[in-house]
Nanobody, 123 residues
Framework: QVQLVESGGGSVQAGGSLRLSCAAS????????MGWFRQAAGKERERVAF????????YYAASVKDRFTISQDNAQNTVYLQMNSLKPEDTAMYYC????????????????WGPGPQVPVPS
């Protein structure tokens, strides 16, 4: 069974930076995409960023492109989300996810979810 353990959430001032980590266990990392969804209060869940290790393929939502960077450490089965120039509208629960690219990115229905750290960005 896939387990996703997140760390790095917390409050940060607008314009600041924060890095989220997600460590995975229980599956073959090389076959699976990992990344983050987020959901703000009263809003729909949205894709944020994903990485597929086999081809170093990445996806970024338009709202975070050029501010967020996703990276990976295959030896540790861990992915990282470096978030820079944070804005109040980035405030959300950030959920680490894992699964096939087609499920995670295309369909938006990842089979595996982490519990999600809160990232508040006060205005």
């Amino acid at each position: 069974q896939v387990q996703l353990v997140e760390s790095g959430g917390g409050s940060v001032q607008a314009g600041g930076s924060l890095r989220l980590s997600c460590a995975a266990s229980g599956y073959t990392r090389s076959d699976n995409t990992m990344g983050w969804f987020r959901q703000a209060a009263g809003k729909e869940r949205e894709r944020v960023a994903f990485i597929y290790p086999g081809e170093m393929r990445t996806y970024y939502a338009a709202s975070v492109k050029d501010r967020f960077t996703i990276s990976q450490d295959n030896a540790q089965n861990t992915v990282y989300l470096q978030m820079n120039s944070l804005k109040p509208e980035d405030t959300a629960m950030y959920y680490c996810v894992a699964g096939r690219w087609s499920a995670v990115v295309v369909a938006g229905t990842p089979p595996s979810w982490g519990p999600g750290p809160q990232v508040p960005v006060p205005s």
